[in-house]
């Protein structure tokens, strides 16, 4: 394992732990004091929206990262975001799920659930699932026994990383082994497969644990084709059931899955529709697509 690797298995294993004592996972800095009973039930998407930003700002050092954002997502909606780097894409999946606080501004999930007043721990056990760019799955464990951890982060009780599964379960889980195209692979270790099946792994992992709402930072980059286009497949077949936002620059991968498409650019939408519409506005070509 990399160092990056074990660095994040380490924080996925203390994750396991604080849910398994009932807690999260941070106690100081500046998300203290906005613990809340997290609630994992229905999402009230009455009014059509899964996710929902209103003139969202955060500045580091002065630097306006997010500039007045606002956008929203509805339920069993794929949304693609694309924008130049340093757009603040990231930074805003950093904002949705609890990573970083905003300055001012508002972030529900559905019409009822105000992401600010949670940690990162409790929006994830929401059901708000991430997939940060590199894979960061358990290289020394099997495909099938890091599925089974997914679950164990889930379940928030469980004492040990060792238990046995539910015929529920164990159904969900072939049920991911096929969708993420490793039921041949369960008993293989993670660290032996390709790039593109250690993305799927990850993709697994955060639908073991069933998101409303999947966020997911540059997907298919350093995949190869062909694991590109089985990736977009993937995520045709996900939405409806779950809420995507994917962020990507790959623009055939784009056209593959997308519906609408939204242009960040200095911390704020700068167009928003068809990736045809997008693509021939004279603002996105000037700072992104370039002539
Ligand atoms: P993108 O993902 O669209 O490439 P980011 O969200 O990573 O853009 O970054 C947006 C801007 O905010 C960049 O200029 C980046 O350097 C800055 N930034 C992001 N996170 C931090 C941070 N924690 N501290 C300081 N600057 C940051
Ligand atoms: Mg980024």
């Given at each position: 394992?990399?160092?990056?690797?074990?660095?994040?298995?380490?924080?996925?294993?203390?994750?396991?732990?604080?849910?398994?004592?009932?807690?999260?996972?941070?106690?100081?800095?500046?998300?203290?004091?906005?613990s809340r009973p997290?609630?994992?039930?229905?999402?009230?998407?009455?009014?059509?929206?899964?996710?929902?930003?209103?003139d969202v700002n955060v500045s580091f050092d002065g630097f306006k990262a997010?500039?007045?954002?606002?956008?929203?997502?509805a339920p069993g909606e794929l949304r693609c975001i694309i924008g130049?780097?340093?757009?603040?894409?990231?930074?805003?999946?950093?904002?949705?799920t609890g990573k970083t606080r905003p300055d001012s501004g508002q972030v529900f999930f559905g019409s009822?659930?105000?992401?600010?007043?949670?940690?990162?721990?409790?929006?994830?056990?929401?059901?708000?699932?991430?997939k940060f760019q590199k894979p960061t799955v358990f290289e020394h464990l099997s495909v099938f026994e890091n599925l089974e951890?997914?679950?164990?982060?889930?379940?928030?009780v469980r004492h040990s990383m060792v238990f046995s599964l539910t015929g529920?379960?164990?159904?969900?889980?072939?049920?991911?082994?096929?969708?993420?195209?490793?039921?041949?692979?369960?008993?293989?270790?993670?660290?032996?497969?390709?790039?593109?099946?250690?993305?799927?792994?990850?993709?697994?992992?955060?639908?073991m644990q069933d998101p409303k709402l999947l966020l997911l930072d540059e997907p298919v980059a350093g995949m190869t084709d062909e694991e590109t286009e089985r990736t977009a497949q993937l995520f045709l077949s996900l939405k409806g059931k779950h809420s995507l936002m994917v962020v990507e620059h790959d623009m055939s991968f784009i056209r593959t899955i997308s519906e609408k498409v939204t242009v960040l650019c200095d911390g704020s939408v700068l167009a928003e529709g068809t990736l045809d519409q997008v693509q021939a506005d004279e603002r996105v070509i000037e700072v992104y697509l370039g002539r």
């Open positions: 394992m990399t160092p990056d690797l074990m660095e994040e298995g380490a924080r996925r294993a203390e994750r396991v732990a604080a849910l398994a004592r009932g807690g999260a996972t941070e106690s100081g800095g500046r998300q203290a004091g906005f997290v609630v994992r039930g229905e999402v009230d998407t009455t009014h059509g929206r899964i996710l929902y930003l209103e997010i500039n007045g954002l606002s956008l929203d997502i130049p780097n340093g757009a603040g894409k990231t930074t805003m999946m950093d904002i949705i009822t659930i105000d992401l600010l007043r949670y940690r990162e721990a409790d929006i994830a056990a929401m059901g708000i699932g991430r951890l997914a679950l164990a982060t889930d379940k928030g529920e379960e164990k159904d969900r889980l072939g049920e991911v082994l096929q969708t993420i195209h490793l039921a041949d692979s369960a008993a293989r270790l993670a660290g032996n497969l390709s790039h593109g099946q250690k993305q799927w792994l990850e993709i697994g992992m955060l639908l």
